[in-house]
């Protein structure tokens, strides 16, 4: 069983930045992709980026260049620093982490960007 619980959300000035924690407790986490979504208020949930269990990373084309993921196999997190943040970037981030047989969901962190 993995828990995830994400932190590091907050209120941010456009082209800010913020950087997303998840923290995963439980066996094997290392063996999990893990990904971040959002949902903005009135919209469906969105995918926002995936880190393989090798390393390999994927974006939603709205963030390529601006946000990166990572992950620290050996602390159990996962990362999601976001740079230049935008006013449409605001939302709740969820992260997600599944392999065969198993998936697991955080209970989010609010991101708010305003001036």
């Known amino acids: 069983q993995v828990q995830l619980v994400e932190s590091g959300g907050g209120l941010v000035q456009p082209g800010g930045s913020l950087r997303l924690s998840c923290a995963a407790s439980?066996?094997?986490?290392?063996?999990?992709?893990v990904d971040w979504y959002r949902q903005a208020p009135g919209k469906q949930r969105e995918f926002v980026a995936r880190?393989?269990?090798?390393?390999?990373?994927n974006y939603i084309e709205s963030v390529k260049g601006r946000f990166t993921i990572s992950r620290d196999n050996v602390k159990n997190t996962v990362y999601l620093q976001m740079n230049s943040l935008e006013p449409e970037d605001t939302a709740v981030y969820y992260c997600?982490?599944?392999?065969?047989?198993?998936?697991?969901w955080g209970q989010g962190t609010q991101v708010t960007v305003s001036s």
């Open positions: 997600h982490a599944s392999k065969i047989l198993f998936d697991h």
């Open positions: 439980g066996r094997l986490f290392s063996t999990y992709a």
């Open positions: 880190i393989t269990s090798g390393g390999n990373t």
